[in-house]
Structures are given as C-alpha cells and as structure tokens.
C-alpha cells in the first residue's frame, strides 16, 4: 500500500486559553481546494481511504480532499501534532533561525512549551502503523508538520526527528509493504500548489 503524509492547508495564528486549535485560513481553504482537485485527477493515485488528524487544520483539509473524491474521513488522536492542547498556534513562525528552530524542537522544545520527542515519535508511529496495518491501496493520511517529521525519522533513522519542512498541502509519500518494509518514495511534492 501507499501512505500519502498529507501536511494540512495555512490555519491561522491564534492564542485561545482552551487550547488553539485553529481553522483554515481562506488561503487555506484555496491550497486544499487544488490538493482535492489533484487528489481527484488522479495524481497521486486511487485514494482509497482518508484518515486525519482531528485537529481542525488536518480535518477541514481532508474534508476537501474527501468530498472531492466522495470518501468519508476518518480521524485518528494518535495523529495530532505535538502542539496539541497548548495555548498558542504558530510559535514556529516566531523563530527567525531555522536552524535554531529545529535545534530546539530535537531538544523537546518549541517557543515556551515544551514535550516529550519520544513519546511523540511513539504515538505517531502507533497510528500510523495502524492506519498502514489496515491495507488498502493508497490511504490519504492528513497531518501535521511534526507527524510528518517523526514517522519520517522513524523509518529513516535519523539523528535528529526534525529535519524537514513540509509545506502546507504538500504530499509526503510512503511505501507501507504487508512485511514491514517501509520506503519513502517522495517528500514534500508541491506541484499541485503551482
């Protein structure tokens, strides 16, 4: 089966004491609508099935793929970002050093929260074993930048779980094979954006 890691449209910034959780923005809205009409012509496969994140930024994606290829979407708690119940979105945005940023996120960091990289890479791997554990063709699985980063580190192996920029709507791809196998067939397609 293929994994699409299928990174959210543009949410807005916004601070909420209940726990940001952001809508997309109308540009937002505008990435997901030429994700859905890519998903639909067929460019990264038959979809199958959707699963998301339950995050309002990954389900209002998905919700556009999905009504564009006329599938119900799925959520999966094992696939929200690490910035889950905090209460400011878009503290990424503050640093101007990218490689401080991702200096400060492998260290569990980002801005003045903080979490556990391993419990993270942990529970994002759980789900997504899970989703790929269900079979299928090609499975839209639509996320976060952090999930992206983890399941990603996770097969390759890397020092570091932050390493990589996924750009909103952008389309990581993932070789899932029934023996285990893992293979990262693309990262970060955009061609749908242009």
């Known amino acids: 089966m293929e994994l699409l890691l299928i990174r959210h449209a543009q949410p807005f910034r916004l601070s909420d004491p209940a726990g940001a959780d952001p809508d997309l923005t109308p540009d937002g809205h505008a990435q997901a609508d030429l994700l859905a009409t890519a998903v ?104 976060h930048g952090g999930v992206i980063n983890a399941y990603l580190s996770q097969i390759l192996r890397t020092a570091d779980m932050f390493f990589v920029e996924p750009f909103y709507t952008s389309v990581t791809r993932v070789l899932a094979q029934p023996d285990g196998l893992r293979q990262v067939l693309s990262v970060n397609e955009i061609d749908h954006l242009r």
């Open 40 to 143: 639909a012509a067929g460019r990264y496969g038959p979809v199958e099935r959707i699963v998301a994140s339950p995050m309002r930024r990954a389900v209002q994606t998905a919700d556009h793929v999905g009504r564009a290829v006329s599938l119900d979407v799925a959520t999966d708690e094992r696939l929200v970002e690490l910035d889950h119940g905090w209460t400011t979105y878009g503290a990424v945005h503050e640093y101007t050093d990218r490689g401080r940023l991702l200096a400060d996120m492998n260290g569990g960091r980002l801005g003045a929260n903080t979490f556990d990289p391993t419990l993270f890479r942990n529970r994002v791997v759980d789900g997504i074993e899970a989703v790929a554990g269900e079979g299928g063709g090609v499975v839209a699985v639509v996320c």
